[in-house]
């Protein structure tokens, strides 16, 4: 892949990184080094109610403690509102996106009309009650069509999908994350048709990922494993925006005393950068990287660590 590559760390800045997000950031960025590619800062804020004011600079401060530096400026994702509607237009005009007017209360009593209730993540499966129209109900969230299972036919988008006809079979999403193997989903059924601009006006995350991974040319998502999940949805809007196709690897998630994944939502400790290569040195063993490695600086240990990292992609003939 070579110069070709592109990869990225895309923090949310709702809270400083911790030792969980550490692992995803320097998995995103050896891999990159590993291959001679380029590695960007994005700054996933377009959640504005859960974002932090100024947690940025600090995200951006600890990964510099760490030798972490991007190769640009970094992306703001609440600069980015004009090409997230672009894309939303495109889609619309396209007959995949469509207005929905539902609360969580009509998709509730909605699924319990149907005996299907059970929240998935804490979200409800859309039963797609607004694919039909708004029934003269107020237009409140955007949505994705995300297939015709009723009559059994492959996502609409198929065919007008840049990608491989394999890869969206019977509705059913597969993919092959470098690290997790193959997967596949069914997103229809397991999420239903997913929001894209919130009832509150917000961007979703699914969309405002895909369009600025094509826009910054990312060719490698290097994520923790907890947004496995997101990927087939991601793909299937790719595919509906003809953009091109990322690899994906799930890194390992470090998970807290609790036997429960770390994150700033269960209260992880902020990360010390005060002792920076110690925090490498942790990252790397959930990375399974050796330990001790005989580095002074922390860009020390990362360039030791570099070529480690591009010996195991080799050995997986990556
Ligand atoms: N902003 C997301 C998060 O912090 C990560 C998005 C991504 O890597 O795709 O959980």
């Known amino acids: 892949m070579g110069a070709q590559y592109t990869g990225r760390f895309a923090p949310s800045p709702t809270g400083p990184l911790h030792a969980g997000s550490l692992v995803a950031a320097l998995a995103s960025w050896l891999d990159a080094r590993a291959h001679q590619g380029r590695w960007l800062v994005r700054i996933e804020d377009v959640d504005t109610p859960r974002c932090v004011p100024g947690v940025d600079t600090v995200i951006l401060q600890q990964l510099a403690a760490c030798g972490l530096l991007p190769d640009e400026p970094p992306l703001y994702q609440s600069q980015r509102s004009t090409h997230y509607q672009t894309a939303l237009d495109q889609l619309v005009a396209a007959h995949l996106a469509y207005p929905c007017a539902c609360t969580r209360q009509d998709i509730e009593r909605a699924l319990a009309g149907r005996g299907q209730a059970r929240p998935r993540h804490g979200e409800l499966v859309y039963p797609g009650t607004c694919?039909?129209?708004?029934?003269?109900?107020?237009?409140?969230?955007?949505?994705?069509?995300?297939?015709?299972s009723e009559q059994n036919m492959p996502l609409a988008l198929i065919s007008r999908a840049p990608i491989a006809p394999d890869l969206i079979a019977n509705n059913i999403t597969h993919w092959t994350d470098r690290r997790l193997g193959p997967q596949q989903q069914n997103v229809e059924e397991a999420v239903g048709d997913f929001v894209l601009k919130r009832a509150d006006g917000l961007w979703a995350y699914q969309l405002a990922v895909?369009?600025?991974?094509?826009?910054?040319?990312?060719?490698?998502?290097?994520?923790?494993?907890?947004?496995?999940?997101?990927?087939?949805?991601?793909?299937?809007?790719?595919?509906?925006?003809?953009?091109?196709?990322?690899?994906y690897m799930h890194t390992p998630l470090v998970l807290g005393a609790n036997g429960e994944k770390l994150s700033k939502q269960n209260g992880a400790t902020a990360l010390d950068t005060s002792q920076p290569l110690q925090a490498l040195e942790q990252a790397g063993q959930v990375l399974r990287l050796p330990a001790g490695l005989p580095a002074r600086t922390p860009a020390d240990w990362l360039q030791q660590a570099v070529p480690l990292w591009a010996g195991r992609l080799k050995l997986a003939g990556d």
């Open 131 to 148: 694919r039909n129209g708004l029934q003269g109900r107020a237009p409140r969230a955007w949505r994705l069509l995300t297939g015709n």
């Open 210 to 247: 895909v369009v600025d991974d094509a826009a910054q040319g990312i060719t490698d998502v290097v994520r923790g494993e907890d947004l496995a999940d997101n990927t087939a949805r991601q793909i299937l809007l790719q595919g509906a925006l003809g953009l091109p196709l990322p690899r």
